[in-house]
């Protein structure tokens, strides 16, 4: 725990006016970012009396070691850069909306010759309408399925659309009325964009010209005695008005409108955001949000407010924006909203009217959203406290382990071998910094080996990260025998290392706690592995499957904690997310492995050639048996490549030929190739949506 007053800038260093401010740990990371109208204001209230501070307040300028300030000409520059700096550092003691998925749009792709209908999630494109966001992509299907009766715009993918135009037959929606079928000619590009066109005004909400116009239509189809026009024209109407009836007006002015509710209570806060358009609710969409700093109503709007408009820019941002509380002061932010519509934004509190009786309906729905929120993870905070607390009691360890990193090996049979790295911080996992490994230092299946070869792996390389910073307490000026290189084996050097500008690293930040899936022998091996390298601040312990025994390095009997213990549950689940993890790394090698051919090992031939040799020659038995001005005809390779190519066939093995086992015929021998590639470097950084696996039985 650290003493504000060892990183308190001096009196007058800190300017007085409008800026950015970051405190960083121990290990260079930022922890927190703030803005500031005077940052010698701001900065001056977190080095007073602890006692005096918010606990969570508290708590961050003790877990901080430096704090540094940005200055800027106004407010709302100090807006930008803040909500800049949280998404590219993610500071663990900022507001964090824990509800981070991506919400589905009703999308129409203007920019595209024949313009689509469908859902989408993620980042916005640019020439692409959005209606939305929905809360399920049932409602948007659902919307879409009865508009189609009228306006029959295309929804196929590519694929489907080319293969139409292929073959000259639609698609079965192009069959019964629900695709205007412009794959195969019966409507121009023309009359297609103006379909596309109404139905985008239509989900804007210009309804009522539209239906009126089409009862004109039926009544002067019935009067000329066009009855079977005047049905089709009637049921278009009683389509279009289901649509609307699942968007019912709730503002009788046809305001376009965000409004925004909050439920909180000392922890955590939900929030509940419905989107109207045209006077109708168009979306509806909510986070939970922990509140891991002192902050007022006002600054969760604030912080919400950047959430939802911060990668938003034009119509996307409404022009009014109703909120309980304002935040203060109120304007920067409405001058940073106003900005990223590109005309005059409202934000104000509704005080009577159809827009209060809406507010209540929305805080309605955030209290609803926090209660459930409850029901779900009872006492997340204080259960993750709980379980942290007993691993430390039961592990003797001085503190509670807020960082605890897990190992697991996994194999087939003793083929690739490969170890995975997860990382859980306050319990709650971390998956941007997770690391898989390849074993590398033997051949054949020796759990002990592997994970004493992964634990030097991962720790030599943080011995690199801190020698680089300078963090060795014994006056060292060089990096011990045993971290002299990397774990890929790569000599160290100054240009191999990233300088350092507070984003995470790869293996720069050390655990209080390894955990290893196994018993007694697993253990052993990582603490000596730990020893080997002169590291004796990490402690080790290992769960053994079996019994769910927990292993200390050294001792003949395992702890055994209580089958209710959130210890061991914890423990638990960073063993399963290790196993998991290990297993789908497995599988991907070992598929990769399995669809490998001849091609993958000729030096500088990628993807895009060997697809073009495969389909010019048909199969790798007949590219091997091809001359080399053969080969050069094929576009892209030329006679350098060609020869290497003829040369890296030539000394591989050719397949062995496949037999029939119902005849025993051996069968015509057909090598085609796959285009996939061996497994890459030893460490790789994987993204936080890893897909999950079922757990299988290699280990």
Not at 54 to 66: F, I, K, L, Y
Not at 216 to 234: F, I, K
Not at 396 to 410: H, K, M, N, Q
Request: aromatic share 6%.
């Amino acid at each position: 725990m650290a003493d504000p007053s060892s990183y308190r800038p001096k009196p007058g260093q800190i300017p007085d006016s409008p800026g950015v401010y970051k405190f960083r740990d121990e290990h260079r990371r930022v922890i927190y970012v703030g803005k500031a109208k005077s940052l010698r204001q701001r900065l001056a209230s977190y080095f007073q009396d602890l006692a005096n501070l918010h606990p969570r307040t508290r708590t961050m300028v003790t877990t901080a070691a430096s704090v540094e300030w940005t200055v800027v000409s106004t407010e709302v520059e100090a807006l930008q850069l803040e909500y800049s700096w949280i998404k590219e550092y993610d500071p663990r003691f900022n507001v964090k909306y824990r509800d981070d998925k991506s919400y589905p749009h009703l999308a129409v792709t203007m920019n595209e010759e024949f313009p689509r209908v469908q859902v989408m999630r993620g980042a916005k494109k640019k020439g692409v309408r959005y209606f939305g966001p929905y809360g399920h992509a049932w409602a948007i299907r659902d919307t879409v399925d009865l508009l189609l009766r009228v306006f029959p715009v295309r929804t196929c993918s590519a694929g489907v659309f080319k293969n139409a135009s292929r073959t000259g037959r639609p698609c079965l929606l192009g069959y019964i009325g629900k695709c205007s079928a412009p794959c195969v000619g019966r409507v121009s590009p023309e009359e297609h964009r103006d379909l596309a066109e109404e139905f985008c005004d239509f989900m804007a909400g210009r309804t009522g010209t539209y239906i009126r116009r089409l009862e004109q239509q039926m009544t002067e189809a019935a009067e000329e005695m066009e009855y079977e026009r005047a049905a089709r024209l009637r049921d278009d109407i009683e389509a279009l008005r289901k649509a609307m009836e699942k968007n019912a007006v709730v503002l009788a002015d046809a305001t376009d409108a965000d409004l925004m509710a909050l439920a909180e209570d000392e922890l955590e806060a939900a929030v509940q955001i419905f989107h109207v358009r045209g006077g109708r609710v168009r979306g509806q969409r909510g986070w939970v949000t922990d509140k891991v700093e002192a902050v007022t109503t006002g600054d969760l709007v604030e912080h919400a407010l950047q959430q939802l408009y911060g990668e938003e820019t034009g119509d996307s941002v409404p022009k009014e924006v109703l909120v309980p509380a304002l935040p203060e002061p109120v304007e920067p932010v409405q001058e940073w909203l106003t900005a990223r519509r590109g005309s005059n934004v409202s934000l104000r509190i509704p005080q009577r009217g159809d827009k209060k009786a809406l507010m209540e309906t929305v805080q309605r729905n955030a209290l609803q959203a926090l209660a459930l929120h409850k029901t779900r993870r009872a006492s997340d905070l204080t259960t993750r406290s709980r379980a942290l607390e007993e691993i430390a009691e039961a592990l003797d360890l001085d503190s509670a382990p807020l960082r605890i990193e897990c190992y697991d090996i996994s194999h087939l049979q003793g083929d690739d071998v490969v170890a995975s790295m997860v990382v859980f911080e306050d319990g709650l996992q971390r998956k941007g910094e997770y690391r898989r490994f390849q074993i590398k230092g033997f051949a054949g299946q020796d759990d002990v080996r592997s994970m004493h070869e992964v634990i030097t792996r991962r720790f030599r390389r943080y011995l690199v990260e801190k020698e680089k910073t300078g963090e060795w307490t014994d006056g060292e000026d060089t990096v011990p025998e045993t971290a002299e290189i990397l774990a890929d084996g790569t000599p160290l050097s100054g240009s191999t290392l990233a300088e350092d500008d507070g984003r995470p690293k790869r293996f720069a930040y050390p655990p209080q706690l390894v955990v290893v899936d196994g018993g007694r022998p697993q253990v052993a091996a990582a603490q000596r592995a730990l020893d080997e390298l002169g590291i004796d601040d990490i402690a080790v312990c290992g769960l053994a499957k079996r019994l769910e025994e927990v292993w200390l390095p050294g001792e003949d009997d395992p702890v055994v904690l209580p089958r209710s213990s959130e210890g061991l549950y914890l423990l638990q689940r960073v063993r399963d997310e290790a196993h998991r993890f290990a297993i789908t790394y497995q599988r991907a090698k070992r598929a990769k492995r399995f669809r490998s051919g001849p091609l993958d090992d000729v030096p500088g031939l990628g993807e895009s050639r060997k697809q073009a040799l495969l389909k010019h020659f048909g199969s790798v038995k007949k590219l091997r048996s091809a001359t080399i001005d053969q080969i050069c005809e094929v576009p892209g390779v030329g006679r350098k490549t060609a020869e290497t190519i003829a040369v890296a066939l030539a000394q591989a093995a050719p397949a062995a030929p496949a037999v029939n086992t119902a005849t025993g015929e051996i069968m015509e021998d057909d090598e085609h190739a796959a285009p996939e590639t061996t497994a890459g470097p030893a460490e790789e950084p994987v993204t936080a949506g890893a897909s999950d696996e079922r757990r299988g039985q290699e280990t």
